[in-house]
């Protein structure tokens, strides 16, 4: 019923920037979070959260380089990704909990590759 679909990734030199979208549709009333994770490998890791409130938070590998926006209207929340460094490439999924402690839904990501 929901669906979750990221876009934006690509290739990039070492200090350019990237920016993400996620966008959310379907049986949605409400959003209470969105989430943006990147897989390494064997591992998922959240590299940043924004609340329906508009608390926002990070992984202190991105602090001070990646902000997470959003736009209530479209359902749709960004990732503004700068001084990228080659550590950051990854393949980074978009996660919408539409109420708080549901399991979320999941789009199928979207690959950043940075270059040295």
């Known amino acids: 019923q929901v669906q979750v679909v990221e876009s934006g990734g690509g290739l990039v030199q070492a200090g350019g920037s990237l920016r993400l979208s996620c966008a959310a549709s379907g049986s949605i009333f409400s959003i209470n979070a969105m989430e943006w994770y990147r897989q390494a490998p064997g591992k998922r890791d959240l590299v940043a959260r924004i609340t329906s409130g508009g608390s926002t938070a990070y992984a202190d590998s991105v602090k001070g380089r990646f902000t997470i926006s959003r736009d209530n209207t479209k359902n749709t929340v960004y990732l503004q990704m700068n001084s990228l460094k080659p550590e950051d490439t990854a393949v980074y999924y978009c996660?919408?909990?539409?109420?708080?402690?549901?399991?979320?839904?999941w789009g199928k990501g979207t690959l950043v590759t940075v270059s040295s």
């Open positions: 996660k919408a909990e539409l109420r708080y402690g549901d399991p979320g839904y």
